[in-house]
């Protein structure tokens, strides 16, 4: 019997194989096709040619499955999505016509899904042509504007964009799990099921939604890739209205790379009931009244966010380009300049898929651009910055790419955008998190104040507790105003803990909002909290709504 099994099998891997080359050999050879056309072909009078070209298809299997109080309220399955992606550059290396040195391309949402070449090549023409004409568009408003404006001599020099080294690797998608409507539709009307004890919650749902995918690129350079690039994400949502009326909205998530990598039933159903018993908790809790100005231990979550919304922006780690034309402050420091404190040193690494036993998302092999990253990139060293995450476009201070314009992930569009992949903030001190509480008693009972706050979370609805100086005693809040920790408080961070706290996160495209959803997966590595001297807290605003005329019949 075994011996069966293991030929059944062997021959299920030899045609889930032999599928895959056929795929390959016609994807890319209607890419090719329509890629020479394109560079030969793509031509209007007293216009520049193209000079270089980057196409990418997906082609992977979705599923969206929502289900409310345990019933499924909407369920999709496409067993086949193909998506399309055109970057159509023309005049040259030296002026290109991509006015806001964003690298955004032409999407088109979808592309045929049978295996007929006449009709792939039609999808990509179309798009090419689109994006063709409107990046002429653009170079002419970029002209008009250089000739209104006076760029420093240092971006004077600069090239529009850079040259790379052809690079052709290709890797077959072996995804553990395949995609199994039924059991995912039950797994969600389990776990929504939870909510029913929760009878203060409503809105609430859980949906799952997975796009297993793999990607092939193509530019006119020579550089061919597939790569599989794959997300889930499991989502659980609630609302609760407390005794005021505040409605309070918030959401929890577990993002990993495939289905296989999703926590068991148990672990789900635990943290979905954790979840729903905090907001339901935060909903009874008493909103701050009071302006408060002291210490502040942040943890977990909390600290993900602050080195997320501090270290990818133009002040932080991402190289920017001004965008000819407008008035925005880059402010990309210069390398060797301290940005953070200097017990924290930051590494990106874009091959780590896992820590401490946890899952990590957003390893890839190559860039959406066919540039290969090293696998552990050196970007913060003791608080001095090192280095930038950068793409072709050059910048003043980061000239050349290392291969972090990553390929979004998402069943609906393709999109392009410089991000990290794992981004690991280690730190030479830590404490632990007992010596932690007792500092922040200890300095909020140095400033005569009666309570210190620990805060935990701050997306969604925040999770904030008061903490009493004496008895330690911990008292959940709600409505709270934060003041934002800055860059600039990074520089001079109290304390730091000395364990880690892993956090796996969906990013949008920085430049191309759309109202699209999220598609870059990145996780953090941070330590497990950050002790600040002075942080404001006030109250907030809270929407407020009058109680429904008819009880919740889930309120017996």
């Not at 922006?313 to 990309?332: D, F, S, V």
């Not at 190559?366 to 995450?389: K, T």
């Not at 010596?435 to 997306?459: C, F, N, P, Q, W």
Request: aromatic share 8%; hydrophobic share 40%.
């Amino acid at each position: 019997m075994k011996k069966i099994f293991i030929t059944i099998l062997s021959i299920i891997v030899i045609f889930s194989a032999n599928a895959q080359n056929n795929n390959d050999a016609i994807i890319f050879e209607a890419m090719k096709t329509e890629l020479v056309r394109s560079m030969d072909s793509l031509r209007m009078p007293n216009m520049p040619d193209p000079f270089f070209i980057n196409f990418i298809v997906s082609e992977g299997e979705a599923v969206n499955v929502t289900a409310s109080l345990g019933g499924v309220i909407a369920s999709r399955h496409d067993p086949i999505v193909r998506s399309f992606f055109s970057r159509v550059m023309t005049e040259s290396n030296e002026l290109t016509n991509d006015i806001a040195f964003n690298n955004q391309g032409t999407a088109q949402n979808t592309l045929a899904i049978d295996n007929d070449i006449d009709q792939l090549r039609r999808g990509i023409w179309r798009a090419a042509d689109v994006d063709y004409k409107r990046g002429l568009a653009m170079l002419t408003n970029k002209k008009n504007a250089l000739r209104r404006i006076n760029l420093t001599p240092a971006e004077e020099a600069l090239l529009d964009y850079n040259t790379a080294v052809p690079v052709e690797k290709i890797i077959h998608a072996n995804f553990p799990v395949s995609v199994n409507l039924p059991e995912l539709e039950a797994l969600c009307e389990v776990l929504s099921a939870q909510f029913r004890n929760y009878p203060e919650l409503y809105a609430s749902n859980v949906n799952v939604s997975a796009f297993q995918s793999v990607f092939y690129n193509l530019t006119s350079e020579g550089t061919k890739t597939k790569q599989p690039l794959s997300q889930v994400v499991l989502r659980a949502f609630a609302r609760v209205r407390a005794a005021d009326g505040a409605v309070l909205s918030d959401f929890m998530e577990v993002i990993v790379n495939d289905l296989s990598k999703l926590p068991s039933k148990e672990e789900l159903i635990a943290q979905v009931n954790t979840f729903a018993s905090e907001l339901q908790a935060v909903g009874a809790a008493q909103p701050i009244t009071e302006y408060y100005s002291g210490p502040v231990l942040f943890e977990g979550d909390a600290v993900a966010d602050i080195f997320l919304s501090n270290l990818l922006t133009p002040q932080g780690l991402n190289a920017y380009r001004r965008p000819i034309g407008q008035n925005i402050n880059i402010r990309n420091l210069p390398i060797g300049r301290r940005i953070i404190d200097t017990r924290f040193t930051v590494y990106n690494h874009t091959q780590k898929t896992e820590f401490n036993g946890q899952s990590l998302v957003g390893a890839y092999a190559v860039d959406g651009e066919g540039v290969v990253p090293q696998s552990s990139q050196l970007l913060v060293e003791n608080g001095m910055l090192r280095n930038f995450l950068n793409n072709r476009i050059p910048t003043l201070n980061a000239s050349t790419s290392n291969g972090n314009e990553r390929i979004g992930v998402n069943p609906a569009f393709i999109t392009t955008d410089v991000k990290p992949s794992v981004l690991e903030i280690q730190t030479s001190e830590g404490l632990s998190g007992q010596e932690l509480r007792a500092r922040l008693l200890e300095m909020a009972k140095a400033e005569g104040l009666d309570y210190a706050y620990i805060v935990r979370k701050t997306s969604g609805v925040t999770r904030i507790y008061q903490v009493d100086v004496n008895t330690g005693a911990e008292t959940m809040m709600r409505s709270p105003d934060i003041e934002r920790v800055s860059l600039r408080a990074l520089k001079r961070v109290d304390a730091v803990a000395s364990d880690m706290f892993v956090a796996n996160r969906l990013l949008r495209n920085t430049h191309n909002q759309e109202g699209r959803a999220a598609a870059f997966p990145v996780s953090l590595i941070v330590p497990n909290a950050l002790l600040f001297q002075d942080i404001e807290i006030n109250s907030s605003n809270a929407t407020l709504e009058t109680k429904p005329v008819v009880r919740n019949p889930l309120q017996r």
